[in-house]
């Protein structure tokens, strides 16, 4: 790993967050599905992850898992070396709050709190005051200095996305999270919350995993780890948006044949992207 993630060349790695074996069953009997089957995989921290695969692939129920929103039929998943499983559901909610930031395809912000609010309200929840200078760099990081008592309603969606992300960094989350955070933005707008994604991982020392089915979105990141049918299928270094397309076709293309069906994959919106 190089030492521009923050990690010494030949240093062990460390993951912010890993499951192992992990089997996520939905119904049961004939009806039952399995969106994943024996999944091991680690997110090393300091890295931005991206997680991608054809639909249903299982990618946003891996992120779900690993983040303590749903629970595994079966398996471990961790957060440093904090098995979620063991956790009741008091400490589970505690750990999410210190622990995990998230960012979603919508924003999730309170509409009747101002920017500055929003960004603070995780550490308002739990009572704590913060490092108002980290809150101070993500405010210039985000480019909100200008609309912090501004609400949501004020701003546009790109903005809008800016404050979830720095909400999720607010309080110096182990890692974050974040599903889809590019769905609802035009290209322009999503490009800049990537670049600040990016950012936060590579100026700030922070953690990213990101599920996506956009391949400019996870050219963006160090990494791209591939899902097909549950499994773990690849990893990608040094994405970039034509490499993470062509593998996903090959999925595709495997996943059709399989099933007797012609398969088609979007395009993506560029084949410029690369990280910021």
Excluded at 88 to 97: F, H, K, P
Excluded at 128 to 147: K, N, S, Y
Excluded at 155 to 173: D, E, I, M, N, Y
Aim: aromatic share 4%.
């Amino acid at each position: 790993m190089s030492a521009s993630n923050g990690q010494v060349a030949g240093a062990v790695r460390t993951d912010a967050a890993r499951v192992s074996g992990a089997v996520k069953v939905y119904g049961s009997g004939d009806t039952a599905v399995r969106a994943l089957d024996g999944v091991d995989v680690g997110f090393p921290a300091g890295r931005f992850t991206a997680i991608m695969g054809p639909s249903g692939s299982g990618k946003s129920t891996l992120m779900h898992c690993a983040a303590g929103l749903d629970t595994l039929t079966s398996g471990a998943a961790f957060i440093g070396d904090t098995e979620l499983g063991a956790l009741d559901d008091r400490r589970l909610t505690l750990l999410r709050r210190d622990r995990i930031g998230f960012v979603f395809q919508a924003f999730n912000l309170v509409p009747t709190l101002t920017v500055a609010e929003n960004i603070t309200l995780p550490m308002d929840l739990a009572g704590t005051r913060g490092d108002r200078e980290w809150t101070e760099a993500l405010i210039d990081v985000v480019g909100l200095r200008d609309r912090l008592h501004h609400r949501p309603a004020e701003l546009s969606g790109g903005q809008q996305q800016r404050v979830a992300v720095a909400r999720a960094f607010a309080g110096q989350p182990d890692v974050v999270f974040a599903d889809e955070p590019t769905g609802n933005l035009d290209s322009r707008a999503g490009e800049e919350v990537l670049g600040l994604l990016g950012r936060a991982v590579r100026g700030m020392g922070r953690t990213v995993v990101m599920v996506t089915h956009d391949p400019v979105a996870a050219a963006h990141a160090d990494e791209v780890v591939f899902l097909a049918d549950g499994r773990l299928m690849d990893r990608m270094e040094s994405p970039t948006a034509d490499r993470v397309l062509d593998r996903l076709k090959a999925f595709d293309t495997k996943s059709a044949a399989r099933s007797g069906t012609s398969a088609t994959m979007p395009a993506a919106r560029s084949t410029e992207g690369t990280r910021p």
